[in-house]
């Protein structure tokens, strides 16, 4: 697995817009930036609606997943190409879960949605359909999902990063600052726990550091090689953003991402908070 | 929810004794300016959250009192502001020289 296997340049995909066998796929939680422009001929899917469970906190399961794929046309041998805004965290995420359900070939579009249109590139708001396809997905691949209580047995053993922002670490704030600061969870972070804020593998622009600055980044952060590791934000969009760094780009073995993250550790009874 | 809302509704329903709120507009060359990415650092300058403006130039943002900066990247150019921050309203706003 290198870069050029998980990732594509903003140039890369406007020159294969339209190709056979490559679908674009814009990822949003608020897909209103999709309806209002996206890459000619993507499809959109929506975080909240088509990837979560409409009643309980967890993924769709198998076959929702399959009926999904196949309502946007998207097949097994496609080559699948996400993006989305937010500086990819939710493309990240939607990468992680065509993973966990052993979709073949897919690829984030480096930068996304902020890299395309800071650049000026053209966006189409024609209404995109593609014909339905029999998808197929694998039994989730659990070794790269973690969950809290692996998370709680980790605490001293793995490396436990926490990709918020300094300030959420230190419990200053409970969510990043565009959303009003009302949660039932405490604040604060997993005990040994080292905060590395998925930002800084990230330029400006949205686009990811190369190789070598992120190997010095994790390496300067003490990132033990030695131990498995588990990734963890509030939700889950954040820490995919790093579990793809840790994962795809640099190959580190054995690393999870645990997508219940703070909204659900820090509402655990019971289980051990720093500040 | 943890993706960013669409920029500029009214205050209806965020309570004031309670959130620590910075919002402004970004401006460039007498106007403001819309679709500019703006984000809000904290502690050592780390991105804390990132919004892209209304139609009408607007950015909003939930804090804590303190000192924050304010950084907005938009395809004219780029623009930074420092606004030590109280729970309630704070206005700010943005120019991209």
Redesign the interface.
């Given at each position: 697995m290198s870069r050029n296997d998980v990732l594509v340049t903003v140039d890369w995909a406007q020159e294969h817009l339209g190709q056979p066998g490559i679908v674009f796929v814009e990822v949003?939680?608020?897909t209103?930036?999709y309806d209002g422009g996206h890459l000619e001929g993507a499809v959109k899917l929506d975080?909240?609606q088509d990837l979560q469970d409409p009643l309980r906190r967890d993924f769709v399961d198998k076959s929702a997943f399959e009926a999904l794929l196949s309502s946007r046309g998207i097949g097994n041998e496609d080559t699948v190409v996400l993006y989305g805004?937010?500086?990819n965290?939710?493309a990240a995420y939607a990468y992680w879960y065509f993973k966990l359900y052993g979709h073949r070939d897919v690829k984030l579009m480096d930068g996304g949605r902020?890299k395309w249109?800071?650049d000026?590139r053209p966006l189409s708001k024609d209404a995109v359909e593609r014909p339905a396809t029999q998808y197929t997905a694998q039994d989730p691949d659990l070794s790269i999902r973690a969950f809290r209580d692996e998370v709680v047995a980790s605490i001293g053993s793995k490396n436990l990063i926490d990709v918020r922002?300094?300030?959420?670490f230190?419990g200053?704030?409970l969510?990043?600052?565009?959303?009003?600061?009302?949660m039932a969870q405490k604040g604060g972070h997993v005990p040994t726990a080292k905060n590395i804020?998925w930002?800084?593998a990230a330029n400006?622009?949205g686009t990811f550091k190369s190789d070598e600055e992120l190997a010095k980044l994790y390496d300067e952060q003490g990132y033990d090689d030695g131990r498995a590791t588990i990734a963890y934000c509030?939700?889950g969009?954040?820490s995919s953003h790093t579990w793809f760094v840790l994962h795809e780009l640099l190959g580190k073995p054995d690393v999870k991402n645990y997508d219940g993250s703070w909204v659900e550790y820090g509402s655990l009874v019971g289980v051990p908070i720093e500040k | 929810m943890c993706g960013a809302p669409k920029q500029g509704n009214g205050l209806a329903g965020i309570d004031l004794s309670v959130q620590t709120v910075i919002q402004g507009q970004v401006w460039h060359d007498g106007a403001p300016v819309a679709g500019a990415y703006v984000r809000l650092l904290g502690t050592d300058d780390e991105f804390t959250a990132e919004v892209v403006t209304s139609p009408e130039g607007e950015f909003r943002f939930f804090a804590a009192p303190g000192e924050w900066k304010v950084r907005s990247l938009a395809p004219v150019g780029k623009g930074e502001r420092v606004i030590s921050a109280e729970v309630g309203l704070n206005e700010t706003t943005v120019a991209i020289g």
């Amino acid at each position: 697995m290198s870069r050029n296997d998980v990732l594509v340049t903003v140039d890369w995909a406007q020159e294969h817009l339209g190709q056979p066998g490559i679908v674009f796929v814009e990822v949003d939680e608020d897909t209103s930036a999709y309806d209002g422009g996206h890459l000619e001929g993507a499809v959109k899917l929506d975080w909240k609606q088509d990837l979560q469970d409409p009643l309980r906190r967890d993924f769709v399961d198998k076959s929702a997943f399959e009926a999904l794929l196949s309502s946007r046309g998207i097949g097994n041998e496609d080559t699948v190409v996400l993006y989305g805004g937010n500086n990819n965290w939710f493309a990240a995420y939607a990468y992680w879960y065509f993973k966990l359900y052993g979709h073949r070939d897919v690829k984030l579009m480096d930068g996304g949605r902020k890299k395309w249109e800071l650049d000026g590139r053209p966006l189409s708001k024609d209404a995109v359909e593609r014909p339905a396809t029999q998808y197929t997905a694998q039994d989730p691949d659990l070794s790269i999902r973690a969950f809290r209580d692996e998370v709680v047995a980790s605490i001293g053993s793995k490396n436990l990063i926490d990709v918020r922002s300094p300030d959420e670490f230190s419990g200053k704030i409970l969510a990043p600052a565009h959303l009003p600061q009302e949660m039932a969870q405490k604040g604060g972070h997993v005990p040994t726990a080292k905060n590395i804020p998925w930002s800084k593998a990230a330029n400006e622009d949205g686009t990811f550091k190369s190789d070598e600055e992120l190997a010095k980044l994790y390496d300067e952060q003490g990132y033990d090689d030695g131990r498995a590791t588990i990734a963890y934000c509030r939700i889950g969009e954040r820490s995919s953003h790093t579990w793809f760094v840790l994962h795809e780009l640099l190959g580190k073995p054995d690393v999870k991402n645990y997508d219940g993250s703070w909204v659900e550790y820090g509402s655990l009874v019971g289980v051990p908070i720093e500040k | 929810m943890c993706g960013a809302p669409k920029q500029g509704n009214g205050l209806a329903g965020i309570d004031l004794s309670v959130q620590t709120v910075i919002q402004g507009q970004v401006w460039h060359d007498g106007a403001p300016v819309a679709g500019a990415y703006v984000r809000l650092l904290g502690t050592d300058d780390e991105f804390t959250a990132e919004v892209v403006t209304s139609p009408e130039g607007e950015f909003r943002f939930f804090a804590a009192p303190g000192e924050w900066k304010v950084r907005s990247l938009a395809p004219v150019g780029k623009g930074e502001r420092v606004i030590s921050a109280e729970v309630g309203l704070n206005e700010t706003t943005v120019a991209i020289g």
